[in-house]
């Protein structure tokens, strides 16, 4: 019984798969001897046994050259300092921005619309840096301060406000690809907080 199994027995195949290709099989043996072959070069210190594709390789092309007109190019001239422009309507002018603004408004007949109140001003300003109205008690203590400064104070707390970083922070988050999930990691999703609180924080 012994004999007859040992008679009827096939040779083993290179290829055994179901689908044995003939041509798939030879590929896969020339690619075999190619592989010896630049190991055994590399091993030896030549270069015979290296990827053709690196010596055919074309050289990368030049850099085109910068002419004189492109350095006129906004990107490629240095800041200058333009000279401030002369208004008629100086009294509305109280930053050097106020000029640029307000002689382009006058080339076209045009002068600044009037000037908003205090509780819009506040309202504005909130609504920018927080993303909420100003409450009733902000309201009255904005308009019982008569300092100068008052509306930059107004500004300086509402910068300090956590609130702020609530509002602009989420950018940042956006920016960096930010995700509460993390899909490869599922059993770490409890510390996804901390990113928001740094977030926060840093603003």
Not at 69 to 82: G, L, Q
Not at 129 to 135: F, K
Request: net charge positive; aromatic share 8%; hydrophobic share 35%.
């Amino acid at each position: 019984m012994t004999a007859r199994s040992s008679s009827t027995a096939q040779p083993i195949k290179a290829c055994s798969s179901k689908k044995s290709r003939p041509g798939r099989c030879r590929r896969r043996k020339r690619k075999t001897r190619w592989a010896t072959h630049r190991w055994r070069s590399f091993a030896a210190g030549s270069t015979a046994g290296r990827c053709r594709k690196t010596s055919t390789r074309r050289p990368p092309r030049p850099a085109p050259p910068v002419t004189d007109e492109d350095r006129k190019f906004w990107a490629f001239r240095p800041p200058v300092t333009p000279p401030v422009p002369q208004v008629q309507a100086r009294h509305l002018v109280r930053t050097p921005i106020d000029s640029f603004v307000l002689a382009r408004l006058e080339a076209k007949g045009l002068t600044f619309s009037a000037e908003a109140s205090r509780t819009t001003l506040l309202r504005r300003v909130s609504l920018d840096l927080v993303g909420l109205p100003p409450a009733p008690a902000e309201i009255e203590a904005f308009l019982a301060d008569a300092s100068p400064d008052a509306y930059e104070r107004q500004i300086d707390r509402l910068l300090e406000s956590p609130h702020y970083g609530e509002r602009w922070g989420r950018h940042w988050l956006d920016v960096a690809g930010y995700t509460d999930r993390r899909i490869s990691r599922p059993t770490r999703r409890g510390t996804c907080w901390s990113s928001t609180i740094g977030a926060i924080a840093t603003m």
